[in-house]
C-alpha cells in the first residue's frame, strides 16, 4: 500500500498541475471544514430551538440531543481537517518549485 501517492514519482517528473492539484486539495479540505462547522451549528440551534418552543417531553429530548451531537460534529469536522490538511502539507512539501520559469511576456509588444 502506498501511503504517498507521490512516490511513484521523480521529483523532476512533477508539474504544475500537480502543484494546483494539491491546491485545489487544500481548498476543498477547507470547504469540508466549513460544512462541518455548518452542520454543528445547525444541530445546536436546531437543540436550543426544539428545547425552547417544544411543549412535549420527547420532542425536549430531541432538542437535548442535538445540543451535544452539534458539538461532536464540529469536534469531528475540525480533527478531519487536522489530519488531511497535515498529510496534504507533507505532499505538499514533497514537490519542488518548476525548474523552467514561465516565459516573460513583454510589455511594449504584448508577447
Same mark, same amino acid.
Given at each position: 500500500?502506498?501511503?504517498?501517492?507521490?512516490?511513484?514519482?521523480?521529483?523532476?517528473?512533477?508539474?504544475?498541475?500537480?502543484?494546483?492539484?494539491?491546491?485545489?486539495?487544500?481548498?476543498?479540505?477547507?470547504?469540508?471544514?466549513?460544512?462541518?462547522?455548518?452542520? @454543528? %451549528?445547525?444541530?445546536?440551534? #436546531? *437543540?436550543?430551538?426544539?428545547?425552547?418552543?417544544?411543549?412535549? /417531553?420527547?420532542?425536549? =429530548?430531541? @432538542? %437535548?440531543?442535538?445540543?451535544? #451531537? *452539534?458539538?461532536?460534529?464540529?469536534?469531528?469536522?475540525?480533527? /478531519?481537517?487536522?489530519? =488531511?490538511?497535515?498529510?496534504?502539507?507533507?505532499?505538499?512539501?514533497?514537490?519542488?518549485?518548476?525548474?523552467?520559469?514561465?516565459?516573460?511576456?513583454?510589455?511594449?509588444?504584448?508577447?
Amino acid at each position: 500500500m502506498v501511503t504517498n501517492p507521490y512516490q511513484r514519482f521523480e521529483r523532476e517528473e512533477l508539474i504544475l498541475r500537480d502543484e494546483l492539484a494539491i491546491d485545489r486539495t487544500r481548498l476543498a479540505n477547507e470547504r469540508t471544514l466549513l460544512a462541518y462547522l455548518r452542520s @454543528g %451549528v445547525a444541530l445546536i440551534l #436546531a *437543540g436550543v430551538t426544539f428545547i425552547h418552543f417544544a411543549q412535549d /417531553r420527547w420532542f425536549r =429530548m430531541v @432538542g %437535548v440531543l442535538c445540543l451535544p #451531537a *452539534g458539538g461532536i460534529v464540529m469536534l469531528v469536522g475540525v480533527a /478531519r481537517y487536522r489530519t =488531511m490538511n497535515s498529510k496534504i502539507t507533507v505532499a505538499r512539501r514533497q514537490l519542488t518549485p518548476a525548474t523552467t520559469p514561465l516565459p516573460q511576456r513583454n510589455a511594449k509588444t504584448g508577447n
